[in-house]
């Protein structure tokens, strides 16, 4: 492949979208020229970073720091060079916008930003765009499109903006967009839902992974007194943390020990807190704050089991690392997860919000360690078979070349 591509993120690097950055990494050595771009700063100070991160991040185009002066620069060149360009992506900002003065607004900072991809791509001769997440940063993709002409894709994860499709304009990007990868045949439904028959032609389902190199089983010792529970994702209402606070009170009850480790941060992270404290149980879970790559394995390998409570997911990556490493898992039968865990063969499934019948299968697991040593082992088969990194960003690699030389 001799396409040179701009990548487009909200943030880059985030401790949510390390999967971006070893996606990136991995085309990179398949001979793709990526080069990122990302709409605001980093999500930690460059001396907070790993050695990755911080290499990606001074190599990376960020859009909000370029700053008035440059943003009207921009402005004024693309108005000397290409009047028309701006005049359509002016109509067509207004027409994202519609009557509504916040949205409107919005949109004029979205073109305005997508004034400054576009130029960044033509001084770096990049050809083609594309954008994780059909939220805002998908927004200034599209507007880039209108503009310079340039071909547009987008990965779409779901769930958000398929709770909110007109709030997104997702029908618009879908009906702007040369072509659509889905992270999920979940996702690729929710597209189709919002799509005429005419455009499912550009959706590929190209999944995540995870390198099964660097999640390995860990060597299990005899077991512990307690049975640690591990949770990892931000600490958000989608996540349900607060009913996995529940079913470990309710195990407090009956006696069973268990301890909890939340790794994330987020802005639930205080009323959860709290509700551990009125639940009696803040002694049993402890809150680690976010976790990078270089020392999430050390909480992986210290977890009897993983537990993942979600309301809402696109496909979570950790259940997959901790499916690599040969934790059972316990997770809600949700969105795409179903396609990643079957009940019973991969790990266990229980309905959200359910937080006795969450705690019904930690007991399951606690109490049967032939059970957990069964469903970790086929966890890691399932991500050998369908959700390793290496394979599936080949599959992305070649779908990505097929859809570009088709336009």
């Excluded at 002066?69 to 060149?77: D, F, Q, Y």
């Excluded at 359509?88 to 900072?109: P, Q, T």
């Excluded at 919000?353 to 966890?379: F, H, N, P, T, V």
Aim: neutral net charge; glycine residues 6%; aromatic residues 8%.
């Amino acid at each position: 492949m001799t396409h040179r591509i701009a990548y487009l993120v909200s943030q880059y690097p985030a401790y949510s979208h390390t999967f971006i950055l070893r996606e990136v990494q991995q085309l990179r050595q398949l001979g793709v020229d990526i080069t990122v771009a990302s709409i605001n700063l980093p999500d930690r100070p460059l001396d907070k970073l790993t050695d990755v991160e911080r290499s990606e991040a001074e190599q990376t185009f960020y859009v909000k720091s370029q700053g008035a002066v440059k943003a009207l620069t921009a402005l004024g060149k693309v108005l000397v060079a290409n009047p028309a360009g701006l005049f359509r992506g002016l109509k067509h900002a207004v027409k994202l916008g519609g009557w509504d003065i916040k949205r409107l607004l919005y949109h004029a900072f979205y073109l305005v930003e997508a004034l400054l991809v576009g130029q960044w791509m033509h001084s770096q001769n990049l050809t083609h765009l594309h954008v994780h997440f059909a939220t805002p940063a998908a927004s200034v993709g599209m507007l880039v499109k209108t503009v310079f002409g340039t071909s547009f894709s987008f990965t779409v994860h779901g769930p958000d903006e398929f709770y909110d499709a007109a709030g997104y304009n997702l029908p618009d990007k879908i009906l702007a967009a040369d072509f659509i990868f889905c992270i999920s045949h979940y996702a690729r439904s929710q597209v189709m839902k919002l799509s005429p028959v005419q455009a499912w032609s550009k959706l590929d389902v190209c999944r995540l992974g995870v390198d099964p190199q660097r999640f390995i089983p860990a060597a299990r010792t005899q077991a512990n007194e307690s049975c640690n529970l591990l949770c990892v994702g931000r600490l958000t209402p989608a996540k349900g943390q607060a009913i996995l606070l529940e079913a470990v009170a309710q195990l407090k009850q009956q006696a069973i020990p268990v301890t909890l480790t939340l790794v994330g941060m987020g802005p639930d992270a205080q009323s959860l807190k709290d509700y551990a404290e009125q639940l009696g149980i803040s002694e049993q879970v402890k809150f680690t704050g976010a976790v990078d790559q270089d020392h999430i394995l050390d909480f992986y390998q210290a977890a009897d089991m993983f537990v993942l409570p979600s309301f809402a997911e696109g496909l979570p990556v950790v259940l997959m690392e901790a499916m690599a490493m040969e934790i059972p898992c316990i997770t809600t039968a949700i969105t795409g997860i179903p396609e990643l865990i079957q009940n019973g063969e991969d790990g266990l499934l229980v309905p959200a919000s359910d937080s006795a019948g969450l705690a019904e299968a930690i007991i399951k697991l606690a109490s049967d360690e032939y059970l957990r040593r069964q469903l970790g082992q086929a966890g890691r088969r399932k991500v050998l078979s369908d959700y390793d990194l290496k394979k599936n960003t080949l599959h992305l690699f070649a779908t990505l070349d097929k859809r570009i030389n088709a336009l």
